[in-house]
């Protein structure tokens, strides 16, 4: 089983998303956006209408994940989401971790739509640096990152 997948992470709004799709275009890889994963296959406990998001099962996602990229590491297997860090380290090629300056985060997710404490708590992940910090606190400062 080789080190078949590029994660792609950071805070919403700093353009996972656009990065994640050229260097799958680039590697001619599979896209895999893990929110839409978590949704479409259930892999979450309940849906939190104060933060507009929805809780995931961390031990299901990782054991459909294992699955999913076990069934497709022929190929690279491009990962965008928030929440990186799930992904095995065996698995992992590269870890890239997205940042963007916390005013133009703010005003990105206020255009598009977003308020009140998920906006808040998502501008302040970005200012603490929490998406970096959960990547090198799960894999490690010599890992693929």
């Known amino acids: ?14 353009g996972k998303t656009v990065v994640a799709l050229k260097i799958a275009k680039l590697l001619e890889g599979i896209y895999l956006n893990l929110s839409e994963f978590v949704i479409n296959n259930k892999l979450y406990i309940y849906y939190d209408e104060e933060t ?8 299901k996602l990782k054991n459909a994940l294992n699955e999913f990229i076990i069934s497709n590491c022929s190929r ?15 698995f ?3 870890i890239i971790v997205l940042r963007l300056n916390p005013k133009e985060l703010y005003n990105r997710l206020v255009s598009r739509g977003w308020t009140g404490r998920k906006l808040r708590d998502n501008v302040e992940a970005e200012l603490l640096g929490v998406s970096t910090m959960n990547a090198l606190e799960e894999h ?6």
């Not at 507009?52 to 031990?59: G, M, P, R, T």
């Not at 490690?140 to 990152?145: A, H, R």
């Open 1 to 14: 089983m080789g080190r078949c997948v590029v994660v792609i992470s950071g805070t919403p709004g700093v």
């Open 52 to 59: 507009s998001s929805y809780v995931i099962d961390e031990v």
């Open 76 to 90: 690279f297997i491009v990962i965008d989401s928030h929440y990186g860090e799930v992904v095995d380290d065996r």
């Open 92 to 94: 992992i090629n590269k």
């Open 140 to 145: 490690g400062v010599g890992s693929s990152l």
